[in-house]
């Protein structure tokens, strides 16, 4: 067997060791979102915990706005490029 410039298995006559339809589910997880066999999107809802209050916030991951507990005005969540950083003491759970 050989490999081409991809770093896919080839054997003689050119045809694929590797299943297309049935990929791993480790070589799934490296490709980019819209690249997969099945495209889903990768952000999220999250319930947010309130280091001071206790009281659980629901927030999106990819919050573009700051993100204030409704009870006790703590910051719960600043906006990035991508996904929001959580503030240091919060807890969250995926919902």
Do not use: W, Y
């Given at each position: 067997?050989?490999?081409?410039?991809?770093?896919?298995?080839?054997?003689?006559g050119s045809?694929?060791?590797?299943?297309?339809?049935?990929?791993?589910p480790?070589?799934?997880?490296?490709?980019?979102?819209?690249?997969?066999?099945?495209?889903?999107?990768?952000?999220?809802?999250?319930?947010?915990?309130?280091p001071?209050?206790?009281?659980?916030t629901?927030?999106?991951?990819?919050?573009?706005t700051?993100?204030i507990?409704?009870?006790?005005?703590?910051?719960?969540?600043q906006?990035?490029?991508?996904?929001?950083?959580?503030?240091?003491?919060?807890s969250?759970?995926?919902?």
């Amino acid at each position: 067997m050989t490999a081409d410039f991809l770093g896919r298995r080839k054997t003689k006559g050119s045809v694929l060791a590797e299943d297309l339809l049935n990929p791993a589910p480790a070589a799934e997880a490296r490709k980019h979102k819209l690249k997969t066999l099945v495209p889903a999107p990768r952000s999220f809802f999250m319930d947010v915990k309130c280091p001071g209050c206790f009281n659980i916030t629901t927030v999106f991951s990819h919050a573009q706005t700051v993100v204030i507990c409704g009870s006790c005005a703590t910051v719960l969540c600043q906006p990035t490029g991508g996904k929001a950083r959580l503030t240091e003491g919060c807890s969250f759970r995926r919902k």
